[in-house]
C-alpha cells in the first residue's frame, strides 16, 4: 500500500516490516516526569548514544523516527512482542492513530521493570486498518507535530 | 474485518485456524478463551537491557498457583498452542483478569499470521493477585488480512512455554551506524 501512495513511512527500510506490520525506531528526544511545586511537567533531554535508563513504572515521552500516516487507513501503534516480554509498554492504551494524521507520532513509554532505551532503537510496530465508512480525514489535535508532545491537559 | 464465534469454530474445524486442545466451550461472540499454562519466566536483572541477554530463571506452578505482588512482571504461557495461516491473530486479557488490575500482554498483541506455538503472556500486576495454571486468564480474537500474505519465519516460531525475549539477536540491523 505504500508503494500505491496510500500510506506513509518515511524514511522506510524493508528489513523493518514484518507479516502484518512494520517496526518503527525511537527518536532522539525523551521527556522526563518532573513533579514541581504546581504539578506535572516534562523535561526534555536528548537520549545518549550509550542510552538511558528508565525508572520503573513511571511514564516517558518520546517519538518515532518515521513519519507515519495515511489518509486511507487508521492506524494502531503497539509495542513489539521482544520488547513486551521485557515489560516495557508502548502507548498507555491509546494506540489508535486516526485516519488523516501523518507525521512523528509521541511515544508513552512505561517500563515495568528499569529499562534502558537508546536512540535508533526499534521500539514499536504500527498496523493499518481499512475503514467502513465515509472517512473524514483528521486535521486537528497532536496531528501536526513531530516532537513529543506534552498533554494538552497539563 | 473480525471473525464471530461461529466462524471461529467452523475455521478451527476446516483447519484454517490452529487451537489445540480445542473446547467448544472457550468459544465467546468473538473470541476463544485462552488457558493459563503451568510455566513462568522472572527476569532477574537489576536493570533490563534490550542490547544484551537478560538472566532469568524458570519454573513451574503448582495447582496452589503462585502469588504476583503488586508491580510484579514475569512471563507465563497459554496451554493452548495457537496460530493461523489465514488470520491474524489478537491476543487480550478476558475482562473478569483485567478488573483485577492484570495485563496479560504489554501493548504487543498482535501475532503475526503464519507464527504458531504457546502464546508467551507478559504479565504485569497492578495489585497482588493469584494465578492458577488452567485458569482462563485471556482470550484471542481473529482478523482478516489485506493484501498478499507472507507467512511468519520469526525467531520465535514453535514456542512452547514461556518464550524470553531474544531481541538482542538482532537489536541493531546491518544497515545501523554503530
Not at chain 2, 107 to 117: E, F, N, Q, V, Y
Not at chain 2, 135 to 150: A, H
Request: one cysteine or more.
Amino acid at each position: 500500500m505504500r508503494g500505491l501512495g496510500q500510506l506513509t513511512i518515511e524514511p522506510f527500510d524493508a528489513s523493518q516490516l514484518n507479516p502484518n506490520s512494520y517496526n518503527y525506531r525511537l527518536g532522539p528526544k525523551l521527556g522526563i516526569p518532573v513533579f514541581a511545586a504546581d504539578g506535572l511537567e516534562f523535561e526534555f533531554i536528548e537520549l545518549p548514544e550509550e542510552g538511558y535508563v528508565l525508572k520503573a513504572q513511571t511514564v516517558y515521552l518520546g517519538h518515532t523516527v518515521e513519519r507515519l500516516g495515511s489518509n486511507y487507513f487508521a492506524m494502531s501503534l503497539i509495542g513489539r512482542s521482544s520488547l513486551g516480554r521485557l515489560g516495557l509498554f508502548l502507548q498507555v492504551s491509546a494506540n489508535l492513530g486516526h485516519t488523516g494524521s501523518c507525521h512523528q507520532w509521541t511515544l508513552e513509554l512505561v517500563a515495568a521493570k528499569p529499562f534502558r532505551i537508546y536512540p535508533q532503537m526499534k521500539i514499536g510496530q504500527i498496523s493499518f486498518w481499512t475503514n467502513a465508512g465515509h472517512v473524514d480525514l483528521y486535521r486537528e489535535g497532536y496531528s501536526s507535530f513531530d516532537d513529543p508532545q506534552v498533554s494538552k491537559l497539563l | 474485518m473480525i471473525l464471530t464465534g461461529p466462524t471461529i469454530r467452523r475455521e478451527v474445524q476446516s483447519g484454517r485456524i490452529n487451537i489445540s486442545p480445542f473446547r467448544l466451550e472457550h468459544v465467546t461472540s468473538n473470541s476463544y478463551d485462552l488457558t493459563l499454562g503451568p510455566g513462568f519466566v522472572r527476569y532477574t536483572e537489576e536493570i533490563i537491557d534490550p542490547a544484551k541477554p537478560n538472566r532469568y530463571h524458570t519454573f513451574h506452578a503448582g495447582p496452589e498457583g503462585i502469588r504476583l505482588g503488586q508491580g510484579d512482571f514475569l512471563l507465563g504461557h497459554s496451554a493452548e498452542v495457537l496460530g493461523s495461516d489465514h488470520y491474524v491473530p489478537i491476543i487480550h486479557a478476558r475482562s473478569s483478569v483485567a478488573r483485577l488490575g492484570l495485563f496479560v500482554h504489554v501493548t504487543a498483541d498482535l501475532i503475526d499470521i503464519g507464527s504458531h506455538g504457546n502464546v508467551t503472556f507478559q504479565l504485569f500486576s497492578t495489585l497482588p493477585i493469584t494465578l492458577t495454571p488452567g485458569m482462563r486468564i485471556g482470550q484471542v480474537s481473529f482478523w482478516k488480512p489485506l493484501g498478499k500474505v507472507e507467512l511468519y519465519r520469526g525467531k520465535y516460531q514453535g514456542s512452547r512455554g514461556p518464550r524470553p525475549s531474544e531481541v538482542y539477536k538482532d537489536f541493531w540491523s546491518d544497515t545501523d551506524k554503530r
